[in-house]
């Protein structure tokens, strides 16, 4: 990769943005992929994201294009960060331009809906790539917070150790500690299913419950996400580090957070339609949870919270009843399903 | 145990006094001891705890005294409920009038001071038991909202996995759900040391930092916790469960927790002599941060966020030296010291 590698980051929302920065503060030249020229144009002339990072003053090593072949040709890195839904789509059209050895990193926390496939199973299928060229980061990550230079740490997964080091080492600041964990999909999928349960941190939330409840329902939301996660494949204790609990512990405590925030209105008493209608943008956990349950089906796994979540999505079920269920099941072994020895 | 066990519970503060509500109202017939007569009377008149649980109506199964022998001969369960400090004296007490099969529960978290003993280590030394007999509940246990029925989650660790079950069935509440872990080194460790972990989260309020420096703490000291308990003989997985990530999380982020209000005050600036003469007594975490960092001196084990707090309780270290000394340190691999295979 040489001295300081080269980044295009393909998607400047929020989190794509804030994330340019980190290496681009470190010396990397950084290009961030816009798809609409407006947003491309203001974020290189005024050194600012007016649309999704507003108040953040982007550095000098960072420039912006709405030219894929631009950002991407000759990039040693290529780091994706585009909402699941448009994931596919997007690489399709990054993938003539990938140098040869350019590693592919997703930022994207979902499941793709039909597909129910992680987002680095699309990139190797789409890019037909193997799995050593292929990384995902994860962890706590609150774009403003990390744009304006808050302490924090993330995850970088990749199946080669000696990329995932490479990696890490471009992607670390003073501000942004970067950790090595060869559990890819472990990593996908903590981000993918932390918002279903934040859906039911905030339902908790709306029914007036403390932190003890809340604190209970985030822990057993992570044994289900690690028991559907050990039978795809990750290690169990992935789900304990940032990219399980601590993206979980950001998403459902943070007043800032979308899923949260609609199972708060959820909790209140009020219809997914009702607060649709009001905040006009679907939160990704009203997304994943149906993935996430039939993922579990599929693979045979119990995941009483999330399956719940969608009957209060989409079933009718109250709130009241949603607690009351979960409440009164048959009392297991903590560890079920997560311990061999268990 | 016959049908509903008879439970002693020793130590009326209130997490004593909620804790006894569960099994009471459970329909098992439960004493609370005090030490002081005059609490003991007043509980037993007014059915209620002025003094730690005020407002919260006392279930007629609960009776109280102060006289250890009518508390503790004939109960098949005795659950200890003393601050660390008082525990070996108490169950010192307790021992003479403990039937033949009677188990001993701790609900103290804590590290005993000079010998760095967990508490189930020192009701075996103290009363000669077998391992089979002693249990340990934790979990995300705000005495407030427990005694409120505002649901929640623990878990009950017992080397006997029969005696754990019957300890389950006799704790299990509609608004309580008790789990089984037969880890007690586990269990125990994560109580202790979740107290240091919410300094360190306090602090990092004190100065303004947002959800995701809390999260990214939390975890890493998670990651703390779980290394000195693997060394210790724990296993890995009971610190991402209720007695782990349930109870720090619900101590770092409740306004409540003591522990975290002193760091918040140390993160403002203001020395531990001024906090402690103005809240009139001593967290926790304060007492146990020592230990725990001695511990794991002891056992070779790095504990770099345990140890920065001592730095900034006892050696004048500054919140913002703290930060950037933690925030500096060489980059690791996530799972290093938890992993067998890492």
Redesign the interface.
């Known amino acids: 990769m040489g001295q300081r590698p080269r980044v295009a980051v393909v998607g400047a929302g929020s989190w794509g943005t804030a994330f340019a920065c980190v290496p681009a503060r470190g010396g990397c030249r950084v290009t961030l992929w816009a798809r609409r020229r407006e947003l491309a144009d203001a974020i290189a002339s005024d050194r600012r994201n007016p649309e999704y990072l507003e108040g953040v003053e982007l550095p000098e090593a960072l420039t912006a294009t709405h030219d894929v072949e631009r950002a991407v040709a000759g990039a040693d890195v290529v780091v994706m960060a585009v909402p699941s839904h448009a994931f596919r789509d997007v690489f399709a059209e990054v993938v003539p331009h990938l140098g040869p050895d350019a590693s592919v990193v997703s930022l994207t926390k979902g499941i793709e809906q039909d597909s129910l496939m992680r987002m680095s199973e699309v990139v190797r299928e789409v890019g037909d790539l193997p799995e050593d060229r292929v990384a995902a980061v994860s962890?706590?990550?609150?774009a403003?917070?990390?744009a304006g230079g808050?302490?924090?740490?993330s995850?970088v997964a990749c199946a080669d150790e000696r990329r995932a080091e490479a990696l890490?080492?471009a992607f670390?600041a003073?501000?942004f500690?970067?950790?090595?964990?060869?559990d890819v999909v472990g990593v996908e999928l903590g981000g993918a299913f932390k918002n279903v349960i934040a859906l039911a941190a905030g339902i908790g939330d709306g029914m007036g419950?403390?932190?003890?409840?809340?604190?209970?329902l985030?822990?057993?939301g992570?044994?289900e996400i690690?028991r559907l996660g050990k039978q795809m494949g990750g290690?169990?204790?992935?789900?304990?580090?940032?990219a399980?609990?601590?993206?979980l512990?950001?998403t459902c405590?943070?007043p800032?957070s979308r899923n949260r925030h609609v199972g708060e209105e959820l909790g209140k008493g009020r219809s997914l339609e009702e607060i649709v209608a009001e905040t006009k943008m679907v939160a990704e956990g009203v997304k994943s949870s149906r993935g996430v349950v039939r993922l579990a089906e599929k693979l045979g796994v119990d995941v009483p919270i999330a399956e719940h979540v969608c009957r209060v999505l989409y079933d009718g079920m109250t709130p009241q009843d949603m607690?009351r269920s979960?409440?009164?099941r048959e009392?297991?072994?903590?560890?079920e399903g997560?311990?061999d020895?268990?």
């Not at 009392?331 to 560890?335: D, G, M, N, T």
């Open positions: 962890g706590p990550n609150l403003k917070e990390i808050q302490p924090s740490a995850v890490q080492v670390m003073p501000y500690r970067v950790y090595v964990n060869p419950f403390g932190d003890n409840s809340k604190a209970s985030m822990t057993r992570l044994a690690a290690n169990p204790l992935t789900f304990a580090g940032l399980g609990m601590g993206d512990i950001a405590i943070s800032l607690v979960l409440m009164e009392a297991r072994p903590e560890l997560l311990d020895d268990a």
